[in-house]
């Protein structure tokens, strides 16, 4: 069993930043692949960015490239999400998961464990 704990949500304008944080449980966590998704009111969750277990290896939803990067802190079993230029469409409710198997799918159902999520409202 894993735990996600994510952090770091707020309300910011548009054109700010935020660095969402994910503390996740569990002594194998640097062999995990984790992933940062997204749902605003209404919509189906959408992939937002993964990256590997040695963190060579990132994957990124077109929507956010070069505004959002992905990183990672194994020894302190810590994901970051920082989100850079923020738009009021990337509103939403921020979920960090684990797949515990390689690769940096973009598909809800390819990971296994889910944070709670935080909140992230960008204002226009």
């Known amino acids: 069993q894993v735990q996600l704990v994510e952090s770091g949500g707020g309300l910011v304008q548009a054109g700010g930043s935020l660095r969402l944080s994910c503390a996740a449980s569990?002594?194998?966590?640097?062999?995990?692949?984790m992933g940062w998704f997204r749902q605003a009111p209404g919509k189906e969750r959408e992939f937002v960015a993964a990256?590997?277990?040695?963190?060579?290896?990132?994957n990124y939803a077109d929507s956010v490239k070069g505004r959002f990067t992905v990183s990672r802190v194994n020894a302190k079993n810590t994901v970051y999400l920082q989100t850079n230029s923020l738009k009021p469409e990337d509103t939403a409710v921020y979920y960090c998961?684990?797949?515990?198997?390689?690769?940096?799918?973009?598909?809800?159902?390819?990971?296994?464990?889910w944070g709670q999520g935080t909140q992230v409202t960008v204002s226009s």
């Open positions: 998961a684990v797949r515990p198997a390689s690769g940096t799918p973009s598909r809800t159902y390819d990971y296994t464990y």
């Open positions: 569990g002594r194998t966590f640097s062999t995990y692949t």
């Open positions: 990256i590997n277990w040695s963190g060579l290896n990132t």
